[in-house]
């Protein structure tokens, strides 16, 4: 099963455990303009966005996490190679 099917069977599974974003299912009932079998559907495919836009928000700042740490870990190498240098330097005008 992909990541999209799960969200599907996720947000089902919500409307069947009655444990729905009440906002989420307001805004689904006013869409449907009072009709529960359509606001159902409604809120299936709003859940899935929301979770779709959730998951690719949580992935760019792992992403960024990812960047960042991979940056210091440069400036770290950076900072060390700089310091043995001047070591070095150190040493030789002795």
């Not at 805004?27 to 606001?39: C, F, P, Y």
């Not at 495919?45 to 929301?50: A, G, M, N, S």
Request: proline share 0%; no cysteine; glycine share 4%.
């Amino acid at each position: 099963m992909n990541q999209d099917e799960e969200l599907y069977l996720q947000a089902t599974q919500e409307i069947e455990d009655e444990a729905i974003d009440a906002a989420l299912w307001a805004k689904s009932m006013a869409l449907a303009e009072g009709d529960t079998n359509i606001a159902k559907y409604k809120y299936i495919k709003l859940r899935v966005e929301q979770l779709t836009q959730r998951s690719g928000i949580e992935e760019e700042k792992r992403d960024q996490e990812e960047r960042t740490g991979s940056g210091k870990v440069q400036q770290i190498k950076r900072t060390e190679s700089e310091r043995i240098r001047q070591e070095k330097r150190m040493e030789s005008e002795r």
